[in-house]
């Protein structure tokens, strides 16, 4: 292994985390140590079941505060909770914040859900997720991962490249991982990877040592009514939250437009644009997913890599989380080892099992740039299958601002199943989830797509099963519920 400058040469954490196997900083004496200050006994969870939610629930479990919490929609998350002692209410009401002395919410709670408003009434402090998980990360080394696509699965690689190879970090990935075991996990070094969304800023509660940006597009108008200029400046003020001895990781063709003038930090660079520091060549596909050399001539470094998952994007995604793992001191071969072994996240092109002759695939994709990405990957695993795409539009605001670019994105698939818009935290006058997917639905069929709008999942499982054939593809789109059909219909092609 190799040391490049945040990492000691030989070691497995970073030099000024250990000597003679003791935290040396001032403030502790154990790995767990740093969190002892600031940490409540008790905390409430509104929103518990949601992935970063449930995984911040498991840090302070692992911590030792005492956690309950509450969500309408309980799965496996809350299930795997409840084994660790948490308590959890499907319903919300004002008598369960009992005496917890904080109180944490997702960001799609508002103030008016009745165990947020007791505990506002009674004066109980009242925290942004983000914001709790700011204050975990105060005294951690902690390497963020953001951008508007892609910073669930590149914290994953890295999560998973650095679990592998030893260095025991704590972790907190927006998706289940299977290599991982679990979405969070405390660790038993201060070295911490995160992943951080832009939606509403929530990046800038996070000071991180080393901070990689994915990409930026314009996304999130509900927060961002400037377009991409504004989320520009927001990322631009996560990049200078790096502490001046850290590290930024950015796509080259970013570096212009995202790094402050005044910034002294090290930046290193990725993907295809001249001048990146670490590129992929030697590129080639087997039945979908890549093969490559992750190469950066300056440093004198070249890794092969093999992916294990499909798409281009995932090249990309890769390239970074390389960027990141050199500088913490990874060696080549355990880079190579560990992204060969990824084998991605639920609900990232995620197989589901069917008996059928079909293939059942699921994303999560819920932007064009995302579902472009995802369609051009689920041809290039099957070229010459049909593919049946299920899309579920997130947000009418995100729907009616990239409604044409949707649409054109929709046309890399073969038939294509419109539902109801998934509305989640906004609200909507009647008729109007349905109306605006009808608009999208014409939109594919007035650029010469085949669409059809389906009012339910029911109908939209009643219509694949009599249509379908041995040999066609199914993949269901959407961040929402459309994952439910994916399951329903394995069922029963079962």
Not at 35 to 62: D, E, F, K, N, W
């Amino acid at each position: 292994m190799t040391g490049t400058g945040l990492l000691s040469a030989g070691s497995r954490v970073p030099r000024w985390y250990v000597k003679e196997k003791k935290v040396t900083r001032a403030h502790s004496s154990s790995w767990g140590a740093p969190y002892s200050s600031g940490l409540p006994g008790t905390a409430h969870l509104v929103g518990i079941g949601g992935c970063g939610m449930a995984g911040l629930a498991r840090l302070l479990v692992q911590l030792g505060v005492r956690v309950s919490g509450s969500d309408r929609t309980l799965g496996r998350r809350v299930e795997s909770l409840r084994r660790q002692g948490v308590r959890i209410s499907r319903s919300q009401d004002a008598s369960l914040v009992g005496e917890a002395e904080l109180v944490v919410r997702s960001a799609a709670v508002p103030d008016t859900v009745p165990d947020v408003r007791a505990a506002l009434d009674a004066g109980t402090e009242v925290v942004s997720y983000a914001e709790m998980l700011g204050r975990l990360l105060r005294t951690r080394d902690a390497a963020v991962i953001c951008g508007t696509h892609g910073k669930t699965t590149t914290t994953a690689m890295v999560a998973s490249c650095l679990v592998r190879a030893g260095f025991a970090p704590g972790y907190l990935v927006g998706g289940s991982v299977p290599e991982l075991g679990h979405p969070a996990d405390v660790g038993r070094s201060p070295l911490f990877v995160a992943e951080g969304c832009e939606y509403g800023r929530s990046f800038l509660h996070l000071l991180p040592r080393a901070a990689v940006v994915t990409n930026v597009e314009a996304e999130h108008l509900d927060t961002y009514p400037g377009g991409l200029p504004e989320i520009q400046d927001a990322f631009r003020a996560f990049i200078g939250n790096v502490r001046r001895e850290g590290l930024v990781v950015l796509p080259e063709r970013l570096r212009g437009v995202l790094l402050p003038s005044w910034l002294q930090t090290k930046v290193r660079t990725f993907g295809d644009s001249p001048g990146a520091d670490w590129r992929a060549e030697e590129l080639f596909q087997i039945r979908g997913c890549f093969r490559f050399v992750a190469r950066a001539p300056a440093f004198s470094a070249s890794i092969p890599i093999g992916l294990s998952v499909p798409g281009m994007h995932n090249v990309s995604n890769a390239l970074a989380a390389v960027a990141l793992l050199h500088e913490l001191g990874v060696g080549p071969a355990d880079i190579g080892r560990g992204l060969s072994d990824f084998r991605g996240v639920e609900r990232r092109l995620q197989t589901v099992p069917c008996s059928g002759a079909v293939t059942l695939l699921d994303d999560y994709a819920h932007h064009p740039t995302e579902v472009r990405a995802v369609l051009a990957a689920t041809r290039g695993c099957h070229p010459t299958a049909t593919i049946w795409t299920v899309f579920q539009p997130h947000l009418l605001s995100r729907l009616r601002a990239f409604l044409d670019d949707f649409a054109l994105a929709l046309l890399l698939a073969d038939q294509v199943l419109v539902a109801p818009v998934y509305g989640a935290r906004e609200a909507s006058a009647p008729g109007e989830l349905v109306s605006e997917s009808v608009r999208l639905t014409r939109a594919v069929l007035d650029r010469g797509g085949e669409a059809i709008f389906l009012p339910d999942h029911s109908s939209i499982v009643e219509h694949l099963a009599r249509r379908i054939q041995p040999g066609d593809v199914v993949l269901t789109l959407g961040a929402g519920d459309v994952t439910d059909v994916c399951r329903v219909l394995a069922g029963q092609l079962a």
